[in-house]
């Protein structure tokens, strides 16, 4: 372990949707699971009212030098966050927009306002010190896990091995996380199907008909990792859709070079 920040027992990962968040929070859970830390919550929360619960009442006053939380949220952090560290990441906004579409199942225009919201993270985000925020590039995830998985762990105060990092990026490639989905899936259908009892925790109702398998130990979904990968949102949009998104997020575009 190196010199961490005082009083820090909390990392966040606050993060615009669809942006490789999951990721984030299970490698830095990870790094942790190397050294005589006590990782809490045990369980992915299936809400954010139950993840800020856990903040206010329990790692703001936590007095054991021995336990770290890593909490997961989409909204944007207030600046001074107590006992506090904060990962975000940011895509490209046209790679987010139809993730979004695809994952909630949504249109256009619905995927495209809610893409706008990685302009209020970044705008915001810059503006904090940077020893208390750090800023992860989603084709990094893709192209050099275990460069990021090492920054994570020097980040938040804690120093890893190339080895380490190397075994926690295959623990989360995407085909596993994909395997692990799948087999959620199919073990929540078949409950469906038998009419066994399911536990609450491992299901998220969005309407009657529409569910997902949830699992607690990771927090990934149904459908939460595709096979595209970074550029591909051209095979999947018109070229009006294109000229829209080009046109909403040319700043941005230009400023990261997407």
């Not at 009083?7 to 790094?31: C, D, H, L």
């Not at 294109?242 to 400023?255: A, G, T």
Request: with cysteine; net charge positive.
């Amino acid at each position: 372990m190196i010199k961490a920040i005082m009083n820090i027992n909390s990392f966040w990962i606050s993060t615009q949707p669809r942006t490789g968040s999951m990721w984030v929070y299970n490698v830095t859970r990870e790094v942790l699971k190397f050294f005589k830390v006590n990782i809490l919550p045990i369980h992915v929360p299936t809400n954010e009212q139950e993840t800020f619960e856990i903040f206010n009442k329990e790692s703001l006053i936590d007095k054991n030098e021995t336990t770290r939380y890593v909490l997961k949220t989409h909204h944007i952090l207030k600046p001074n966050l107590p006992r506090s560290q904060i990962i975000t990441t940011i895509r490209d906004p046209r790679d987010i927009c139809i993730s979004y579409k695809e994952f909630m199942k949504t249109d256009f225009d619905k995927a495209l306002e809610a893409t706008k919201s990685i302009l209020k993270f970044e705008k915001k985000y810059k503006t904090f010190n940077k020893d208390f925020l750090k800023f992860i590039r989603y084709e990094d995830i893709e192209n050099k896990p275990i460069e990021i998985i090492l920054e994570i762990a020097k980040f938040i105060g804690y120093e890893i091995s190339c080895k380490n990092a190397e075994d926690i990026s295959i623990k989360y490639e995407r085909k596993k996380v994909q395997d692990l989905i799948k087999k959620n899936d199919e073990d929540l259908l078949s409950k469906i199907k038998n009419k066994e009892e399911i536990d609450k925790s491992s299901i998220i109702h969005l309407s009657k008909d529409n569910y997902r398998s949830f699992d607690t130990n990771t927090g990934f979904q149904t459908n939460h990792i595709s096979n595209r990968n970074s550029g591909d949102w051209k095979k999947y949009f018109s070229s009006k859709e294109i000229e829209i998104l080009n046109f909403e997020f040319k700043d941005f575009i230009s400023e990261y070079k997407f």
